[in-house]
Structures are given as structure tokens and as C-alpha cells.
């Protein structure tokens, strides 16, 4: 089966650094992206990983280990905006077609 | 920056109606997709659709949903016969190529069937 594990709740401090972890076991694994979504809101992209290592983007950072079907989000100089939902999601390879498979999503309440 | 446009941004329906979720994909984009999340819940793939055919669809894609791009600019979603629990945002998505680094989404559809 197809299974995607992320923590429900977190809360950090502005100006703080925070991880969402996430691990995942999915058949087809085509890579591992995170998005943002706000509430009422679409998802946003904020980072595809294929290879195992780190990708870096300005403030937020997101690790890889396939090895382990595991991967982490760091959010670094963490402000208000940042509060939101970030979603863990496998990219899906099968029949010759991609998709996403969804995590439940980690709300990130970020507190002056 | 392109931006995929769905239409309406909220629908109320009453139960047993049909619906249609309009979408304008990036236009130089080949592959669509529809997605849905009921409130509080994660999101679900529902349908792929490229070269004017349904590649891949979910469980939850029965014979109630349907997927058409009627010209060159548009991709709906049709749901027959709306029951309550099809009540959800419902998300477009297209990307340029089939192992994308980056699928774009649109604002959704936020569908109430009462």
C-alpha cells in the first residue's frame, strides 16, 4: 500500500528554525516534494527531491534519504507567513503516468 | 508567473445535481489532473489526463465522474449525480511533462452539495 507519515501539529517560535519530518513507503517512488498550503488555499510547491541529499532554497531546505523513505523540511528565520499547512507528498510513477500521493499534512503554527 | 485558473471558486449544489469544474491549464502544459480534499482531510488524487484520454484515475474516480477537454484551453470535471460526501475543494493541476519537478495547482473549486 501507499503510506505517507507526517506529524499533525507543530509550533515554533518566529525567528526560530523548525523540521517537519516525514517518512513515506510508497510502490513507483518518483521523487519527494513539499508544499505549502494556507487554509482555503491551494498547495504551493516548495521543493522536489530525487536524489538523497539536501536541496536548499533560500529559507527552507529539504533533505532526502530513500534508503530510509524519509525526509525532512527545514524552515529556517521562521515568520508569521509561515504558518500554514506543509504537505509531504510522493511523486507516484506507474503505468507509464506520475501522480502525487498526499500526506495529511503538518499545520505549523508559528507564535511571536 | 502562468497560473492554472479554475471556475467557479464556489459551487452549492443540491444533492443528486449535476456539477461541471471548469480549468485553464498553463498552456504549453500536456498533462492534467484533478485532485480533491474534503475538509480536514488530505489530499486525494482523483484523475491523469493527457493526449485527450484518461491515463490513470483513482478509486474514487467511478462512473459518477468524467473528464473531458472540450478545446484547446479547457479541462472539466463533471460529477453526475452529486451525493453529500462529494462535498470537498476540488484542485486542478497540470505540468509540462510526466515526471514533472513541479506541478502547478489552481485556486480549486470549493464544492457544497446540500
Known amino acids: 500500500g501507499q503510506n505517507i507519515d507526517q506529524p499533525t501539529e507543530m509550533t515554533a517560535t518566529e525567528g526560530a528554525i523548525v523540521q517537519i519530518n516525514c517518512t513515506y513507503q510508497?510502490?513507483?517512488?518518483?521523487?519527494l516534494f513539499w508544499y505549502q498550503q494556507h487554509a482555503g488555499e491551494a498547495p504551493t510547491f516548495l521543493s522536489y527531491?530525487?536524489?538523497?541529499g539536501l536541496e536548499e532554497k533560500g529559507r527552507f531546505s529539504s533533505f532526502l534519504s530513500r534508503s530510509k523513505g524519509y525526509s525532512y523540511l527545514l524552515l529556517k528565520e521562521l515568520q508569521m507567513k509561515d504558518s500554514a499547512s506543509y504537505l509531504c507528498?510522493?511523486?507516484?510513477?506507474?503505468?507509464?503516468?506520475?501522480?502525487?500521493?498526499f500526506g495529511a499534512g503538518t499545520r505549523l503554527a508559528v507564535h511571536p | 508567473e502562468p497560473e492554472v485558473t479554475q471556475t467557479p471558486s464556489h459551487q452549492v449544489t443540491q444533492m443528486g445535481q449535476e456539477v461541471i469544474l471548469r480549468c485553464v491549464p498553463i498552456?504549453?502544459?500536456?498533462?492534467f489532473y484533478w485532485y480533491r480534499q474534503i475538509l480536514g482531510q488530505k489530499v486525494e488524487f482523483l484523475v491523469s489526463?493527457?493526449?485527450?484520454?484518461?491515463?490513470?484515475k483513482s478509486e474514487i474516480f467511478d462512473d459518477q465522474f468524467s473528464v473531458e477537454r472540450p478545446d484547446g484551453s479547457n479541462f472539466t470535471l463533471k460529477i453526475r449525480s452529486t451525493k453529500l460526501e462529494d462535498s470537498a475543494m476540488y484542485f486542478c493541476?497540470?505540468?509540462?511533462?510526466?515526471?514533472?519537478?513541479?506541478?502547478?495547482f489552481g485556486s480549486g473549486t470549493r464544492l457544497t452539495v446540500v
Open positions: 493541476a497540470s505540468s509540462d511533462r510526466v515526471t514533472s519537478n513541479g506541478y502547478t
Open positions: 510508497t510502490s513507483g517512488f518518483n521523487g
Open positions: 527531491n530525487v536524489l538523497d
Open positions: 507528498a510522493a511523486g507516484n510513477f506507474s503505468g507509464g503516468y506520475n501522480k502525487l500521493i
Open positions: 498552456s504549453n502544459h500536456l498533462y
Open positions: 489526463f493527457y493526449n485527450n484520454e484518461i491515463s490513470e
